[in-house]
């Protein structure tokens, strides 16, 4: 019968036989890859609006490729358009770089806008 640490070596050689294609695949949970995409649109939106929600996504995974939808809050007056496309290529490269998945599309979803008053603007009425 062989020893303990001989059985450890011999075992260790016949995983070493089985090419790396057919030892099995690694998945990245769908949340995973939320938490991801979240953290990328914090990462473009500098500062947020005081009383604004943080961005947060939902993500659909199949194979190697997400779905994204990210939703947030925007100060206004600002370019929410070109807001929204930077959180849209941020998001896309971070999850890319980070999952390697392939994201042919993200969402943005703009759930509420905060009025930015102007320093020295008046609240309320002039009289």
């Not at 939320?34 to 609006?49: F, M, N, S, T």
């Not at 961005?55 to 929204?84: N, Q």
């Not at 980070?98 to 969402?107: C, D, H, I, S, T």
């Amino acid at each position: 019968m062989p020893s303990q640490p001989d059985r450890l070596g011999e075992l260790r050689r016949r995983a070493t036989d089985i090419a790396p294609a057919e030892r099995g695949a690694t998945r990245i949970a769908d949340r995973v890859v939320a938490k991801i995409a979240g953290q990328a649109a914090r990462e473009v939106l500098d500062a947020l609006p005081p009383d604004a929600a943080p961005p947060h996504a939902t993500v659909v995974v199949h194979h190697d490729t997400a779905r994204i939808r990210v939703s947030l809050e925007l100060d206004y007056p600002s370019d929410i358009g070109g807001r929204c496309n930077a959180v849209r290529r941020h998001v896309a490269e971070r999850v890319d770089a980070l999952a390697g998945m392939e994201v042919p599309e993200v969402a943005v979803q703009v759930e509420r806008l905060h009025l930015v008053q102007a320093p020295g603007a008046a609240h309320g009425r002039t009289q």
